[in-house]
């Protein structure tokens, strides 16, 4: 069984206009939130063997926010995750060692909305339980969805996994 862990970014600022996309970076709140991120992952034990991450500079800052591991990652920068889209992002998920047991993918919506729903299937969809009708609703900076995948790598698709749990910042600031 391998665990499959969903990170979008953490809150970027718009504030500098002049400052490119791939070049934004966590705002206050951003940093809060991956800070809140990183204490639920820690307590859930949620530790990846492999962390796949867009090459944005607020992603990458959102990786550094989780460190330091208990036990190091490898930690690969991924250019064709900038912006992806989900055949994108799965096409990085499809290339993993059938030997690592878990991996943490670091991106950007709406294509990480669409590859967790895609992921989680129709069936699943249609009789949302808790986890999924929250992921149904969105996708938020700084959410987690894990996931549970039974098959290989190299064969995961749609309805290719069951969602574990699904972690936002908000839910877990409440739960303070």
């Known amino acids: 069984m391998h665990q499959l862990l969903l990170l979008r970014h953490a809150k970027a600022s718009r504030d500098d206009t002049s400052v490119s996309d791939r070049d934004r970076t966590l705002s206050a709140r951003g940093r809060l939130g991956a800070a809140a991120m990183r204490q639920a992952m820690r307590r859930l034990g949620l530790a990846p063997d492999v962390v796949l991450v867009s090459p944005s500079l607020r992603t990458l800052q959102t990786l550094e926010a989780l460190e330091p591991w208990d036990d190091t990652p490898l930690i690969e920068t991924v250019e064709a995750l900038y912006l992806a889209n989900p055949a994108q992002l799965l096409a990085a998920l499809r290339g993993v060692a059938e030997t690592v047991r878990s991996v943490l993918l670091i991106g950007h919506n709406p294509g990480l909305h669409e590859l967790a ?60």
């Open 117 to 176: 729903l895609a992921l989680v299937g129709a069936r699943a969809l249609v009789h949302p339980d808790d986890a999924a009708a929250r992921l149904v609703a969105g996708y938020p900076t700084c959410a987690l969805a894990e996931f549970s995948v039974a098959g290989a790598w190299s064969r995961l698709g749609a309805g290719g996994a069951r969602l574990s749990r699904f972690l936002t910042p908000r839910e877990l600031e409440r739960a303070v």
